[in-house]
């Protein structure tokens, strides 16, 4: 146990220093490359539900197996290796510098007026039509990008490291590309993809109302107080067609005083989303910076709670 927060610690600093590096190879790069593969091979005929449970199952034994053997051969060479090649591995399963990156690359040009540029960063995290969005619209994708992936990202591969080391780090984080390559609803996913959509909402359950919860605890509303602020959490959270992505959208509009949610184009289909929060002030492109005060907060907050926890099991196993 106090080798994976260690673990975990290691990575979360190499995450924040670091990030992603294109440059570099990623595990993640190499999952999506092998989902793509087996989805083409077998997301065709009869059966699809079946063939993308198959998928899904093979694509996370491989990643179990494979960190797990990694993981076991560095700890065999050295304590201290073992823990460094695991807090390696579970960075890559992170993506804290990566969002920040994408939204201030949104912000940098609102503070020129530059809204065709803006809008153009912003197409790069969202699947929403991005052509026509005014100022506020273009803060709204980009608070929403940050408030959603904040477990996503972050926390809920942190959650499965404090468990399971970097194999469930890295397990959970296959999961969720699979959900995000084929996990829709639409003709060509809606039976291959059912598997990894319903097991993305399983292992995120727990970890994203942890961070919503988070949130509000470890940052104090800009506008209203603290009980209003839970007040919105628990009423809105629900309304999110996701059973897990509207706590952290919840908990940030609650907290910025904005609205969230609302009218959306994908290809041009319009999408109309249940709205969260209380719109006390407009959305402005300040939002994006405070979003992401809220992210760094919340993810130390939480890896402090993950101590704590994995601290009191190791008691109560010592005690026992």
């Known amino acids: 146990m106090y080798e994976h927060l260690i673990a975990m610690s290691l990575a979360v600093l190499i995450d924040f220093v670091i990030g992603d590096p294109p440059s570099l190879p990623h595990p993640v790069r190499w999952i999506g490359t092998g989902i793509s593969r087996l989805e083409r091979l077998f997301n065709r005929g009869a059966s699809r539900k079946a063939k993308g449970i198959v998928m899904l199952l093979s694509v996370l034994t491989a990643v179990f197996l494979i960190t797990a053997l990694i993981i076991w051969c560095s700890y065999q060479i050295h304590l201290i290796f073992g823990i460094v090649i695991e807090g390696l591995i579970i960075s890559s399963a992170i993506a804290q510098r990566n969002l920040k990156e994408h939204s201030l ?30 100022e506020g619209e273009i803060v709204r994708g980009a608070v929403e990008t940050v408030a959603e992936n904040t477990s996503d990202g972050v926390t809920a591969p942190l959650f499965w490291g404090l468990i399971g080391g970097a194999p469930l780090a890295m ?16 003709e060509r996913f809606q039976e291959f993809g059912w598997a990894s959509a319903k097991m993305d909402d399983l292992v995120n359950w727990i970890p994203s109302r942890m961070t919503g919860a988070l949130m509000l605890i470890g940052s104090k509303p800009g506008h209203g107080n603290t009980r209003e602020a839970w007040q919105i959490l628990l009423r809105d959270a629900k309304r999110h067609p996701s059973p897990n992505s509207g706590w952290g959208e919840a908990a940030v509009a609650a907290l910025l005083g904005i609205q969230l949610g609302g009218v959306n184009y994908y290809k041009g289909i319009i999408s109309i989303r249940a709205k969260m929060g209380e719109p006390k002030v407009p959305l402005k492109k300040e939002h994006i910076l405070k979003a992401n005060t809220i992210l760094t907060k919340t993810v130390m907050l939480f890896l402090l709670v993950l101590w704590i926890g994995g601290i009191l099991v190791e008691l109560a196993i010592t005690w026992s």
């Open 105 to 134: 690359a949104v912000y940098e040009p609102l503070k020129s007026g530059n809204l065709a540029e803006a809008r153009l960063k912003l197409s790069y995290i969202v699947g929403r039509d991005t052509n026509d969005l005014d």
């Open 171 to 186: 397990v959970y984080r296959a999961i969720n590309t699979c959900d995000s390559m084929v996990g829709y609803k639409n």
